[in-house]
């Protein structure tokens, strides 16, 4: 029974550390794939549906950010175990709460506007023409794809976890402060992706030593 347990802790261990090091290097990614980093300026529905438009390497990286949003939902449950014993158990609970709930709608905003484009490549230009009056209804948040919007709350979940773990001294300071400052900038509108890219690098930063750490066995999972 204890050779199972372990085995079972130690498949946790390794798949949570993993957690921390490959969603922060998918952002990356991400990010570096968005045309035009060196000019920024904030995008209108039409000029982010005509970046998009066959354009399969920032479709490839949209759909990557899609699929780490369970990534995301296992960090901040970890984070929230963290903080459970410590003063800042609520921020770690609030946070995870929020954090969970705005990662479902990046997975929804990364469908609704991302992931719906790639197929639409595979119209005759004709064809795609005469869909944008809709696609701009789409990419204007109409009707029930405000709730979206909830992505914020991803931003606002981590930053309470932030502050939580720098507070409790559950990570190390400047590890703190990097998450810290990463979360509070990822969320930056389209068109100046080269800020949400350098914020994912300082979240890189941070979280990719803690999540070496867990695999190697430096640090518990509090589970």
């Known amino acids: 029974m204890n050779s199972n ?6 498949t946790k261990r390794i798949f949570i550390g993993l957690s921390f090091i490959v969603f922060p290097l998918i952002f990356i990614f991400a990010f570096a794939t968005h045309p ?40 901040a449950i970890h984070f929230m175990n963290i903080l459970k014993t410590t ?7 609030i946070g995870s709460v929020l954090a969970i709930f705005g990662a479902l709608m990046l997975a929804a905003d990364k469908g609704a506007y991302c992931l719906t484009m790639s197929a639409l490549d595979n119209l005759p230009e004709d064809k795609f023409i005469n869909m944008m ?16 919007w909830g992505i914020v709350l991803l931003t606002v979940g981590f930053f309470l976890q932030a502050v939580g773990l720098l507070m409790s001294k559950s990570l190390a ?26 914020s994912a690098i300082l ?18 999972i509090n589970t």
Do not use: M
Request: with cysteine.
């Open 5 to 10: 347990n372990s085995q079972i802790n130690n």
């Open 36 to 75: 035009n980093l060196l000019k920024p300026h904030f995008l209108g529905s039409a000029e982010l549906i005509q970046r998009a438009h066959n354009n399969s390497l920032l479709h490839f990286g949209h759909a990557l950010v899609t699929l780490c949003t369970g990534l995301l939902v296992v960090v």
């Open 87 to 93: 003063r800042s158990e609520w921020l770690g609970f």
């Open 133 to 148: 009056p809709g696609l701009i209804a789409i990419f204007g948040k109409g009707g029930w794809l405000i709730l979206t």
């Open 173 to 198: 300071t400047w590890q703190g402060i990097f998450f810290l400052i990463g979360v509070l900038f990822i969320g930056t509108p389209d068109g100046v992706e080269i800020i949400n890219l350098t």
């Open 203 to 220: 979240i890189a930063v941070a979280l990719v030593p803690y999540g070496i750490k867990l695999i190697i066995n430096k640090t518990s």
